[in-house]
């Protein structure tokens, strides 16, 4: 029921920041996710559907992100998505210099930049 009734409300961009707000205030990551997967098939789907889910996958479902990318990434909003993923690199970069195992940090990370950034 509370899916059926988003449908109505995210294809409207003005009220989709307010609606992820509530969502993640009430700690409904699963259920905001799928609303808005199910929204992007919606005639009326916009570019914020698409960046927002985007960065819902960055924060809730990372391993979903790339393939979301590669389908979508003409309805993204490019530089928002960037600036959100510039920011979690930055924080990743900085655990792994103040750690105490920062070596071992580093080398995971470089390994999973590696995996993650191939074409």
């Known amino acids: 029921m509370a899916q059926m009734c988003g449908l109505h409300i995210v294809v409207h961009a003005d009220e989709l920041e307010e609606l992820i707000n509530f969502y993640q205030n009430q700690g409904y990551f699963e259920e905001l996710i799928s609303l808005m997967e199910a929204a992007l098939g919606l005639e009326r789907a916009h570019m914020g559907m698409f960046t927002e889910l985007a960065i819902l996958y960055s924060k809730y479902k990372p391993s979903k992100m790339r393939e979301h990318l590669e389908l979508f990434w003409s309805r993204v909003n490019i ?3 960037s600036a959100v993923l510039v920011l ?9 210099l103040v750690s105490a195992a920062n070596d071992i940090s ?4 470089i390994l999973y930049l590696g995996l993650k950034c191939t074409p």
């Open 79 to 81: 530089p928002k998505v």
């Open 88 to 96: 979690l690199l930055c924080c990743t970069v900085w655990f792994c």
């Open 106 to 109: 580093l080398s995971c990370l």
